[in-house]
C-alpha cells in the first residue's frame, strides 16, 4: 500500500472583479491523482501558477480541497474530523518556500521549533527543550543560539530552523514547498544534502515541490509534471529527464540552463496548438504516464 494516494483532486477558487461583474472561477487544481510511496521522494513540477503548491497544501488541508480523496496509510484524511486532522498532523509537516516570511520574527529560535511539542502536548518543559537541543544539531545549527531571533540567523540557517520545526513531532511525510528557491545558490546545495541527509537518517518519505528541475532530477525517485492544475506527464526520474512525452515536458527540460555557453540550445516554446489539454494520461512505457 502506497503511504499517500491522491485520487481526483480538485480545487476551485472564485475570484471576483467587481461589485458588477460575475466572479469566475480558476481550478487552481483540476483532477489530480498520483502515489507516494513510503521512503520515495516525489518530485511535482511545473511553472508558477501551475498548482503545485496548492496541490501540497490540500493533502494536508490547509487549504480545503473543492472535492476528491487524499488517503494516507489507507486513511481517507479529508473525512478527518479538526481533533483527527490535529493527530494526522504529527505524521504530515510541510517545510515552507520561505525562510524570511515562514518564522515568526517575534518568537526566539528554540520557541518556534519547540511550538509543534507545546502545540500536541507532547513531553514536559525539560523534555522539550531536550529535544530541541537534539533537533538543532540534527540539522546542523548550533544549540547555543536557541535564544536567538530569526533576523540574527542567515537564509541558510532560517531554512534549517524550518526543518528543525518540520522534524520535531518525527513525521513520516514531509511535503518540501520549493524549500531553496528564496536561498541564494551556494547556499541551495547545503540544504538539499541535508535533507537527503535526514530522509536517509529518519526513513522519510518527501513530496518536493520545485520549479529548478536540475534538482527535482537529482533528488527526487518519481516526479509528475503539471500544466494550469493537471498533471500532464508522470515518470521515474530518468526516463522523465531522458524520454519525456508531453510538449509541454519538452518545452520545460529546453529551459534548463548548461554549463557550456557554446553548447547547441534548441528553446522549445509552449505550443498549446500541439496538445489537447482534456488528454488523459495514458501508459507510454512501464511507469511512464503521459497525456498524449
Not at 540534527?138 to 524550518?162: C, K, N
Not at 492544475?229 to 526516463?239: C, D, L, S
Not at 518545452?251 to 509552449?270: E, F, G, H, K, N
Amino acid at each position: 500500500m502506497p503511504l499517500v494516494e491522491v485520487r481526483s483532486l480538485v480545487k476551485r477558487f472564485v475570484r471576483r472583479h467587481g461589485l458588477f461583474t460575475e466572479p469566475t472561477i480558476v481550478k487552481a487544481v483540476d483532477d489530480v491523482s498520483f502515489t507516494i510511496a513510503e521512503g520515495e521522494t516525489f518530485g511535482l513540477v511545473g511553472e508558477s501558477g501551475s498548482g503545485k503548491t496548492t496541490t501540497g497544501r490540500c493533502i494536508l488541508r490547509l487549504i480545503e480541497p473543492t472535492s476528491g480523496e487524499v488517503r494516507f496509510r489507507g486513511e481517507d484524511v479529508l473525512a478527518y474530523s479538526a481533533a483527527e486532522m490535529r493527530r494526522a498532523r504529527r505524521q504530515m509537516q510541510m517545510v515552507f518556500q520561505d525562510p524570511y516570511s515562514s518564522l515568526n520574527p517575534r518568537m526566539r529560535a528554540g520557541d518556534i521549533v519547540e511550538e509543534p511539542l507545546v502545540i500536541h502536548k507532547m513531553g514536559g518543559r525539560e523534555q522539550r527543550r531536550d529535544r530541541v537541543a537534539e533537533l538543532f544539531q540534527l540539522v546542523g545549527l548550533d544549540p547555543a543560539h536557541l535564544r536567538r531571533y530569526p533576523h540574527e540567523f542567515s537564509g541558510g540557517q532560517r531554512q534549517r530552523i524550518g526543518v528543525a520545526r518540520a522534524l520535531a513531532l518525527n513525521p513520516s511525510l514531509v511535503i518540501a514547498d520549493e524549500p531553496v528557491s528564496a536561498l541564494d545558490v551556494s547556499i541551495q546545495a547545503q540544504v538539499i544534502n541535508l535533507l537527503m541527509d535526514l530522509q536517509e537518517r529518519l526513513k522519510l518519505t518527501y513530496l518536493f515541490v520545485a520549479h529548478d528541475l536540475r534538482l527535482v532530477q537529482h533528488i527526487c525517485d518519481r516526479v509528475a509534471v503539471m500544466y494550469l492544475g493537471k498533471i500532464v506527464e508522470q515518470a521515474p526520474a530518468a526516463a522523465l529527464f531522458n524520454r519525456p512525452q508531453h510538449p509541454y515536458t519538452q518545452a520545460l527540460l529546453s529551459a534548463i540552463p548548461v554549463p557550456d555557453p557554446d553548447a547547441d540550445r534548441s528553446r522549445i516554446a509552449v505550443d498549446e496548438d500541439r496538445f489537447d489539454r482534456a488528454a488523459p494520461l495514458r501508459e507510454v512505457a512501464p511507469g511512464h504516464w503521459a497525456a498524449v
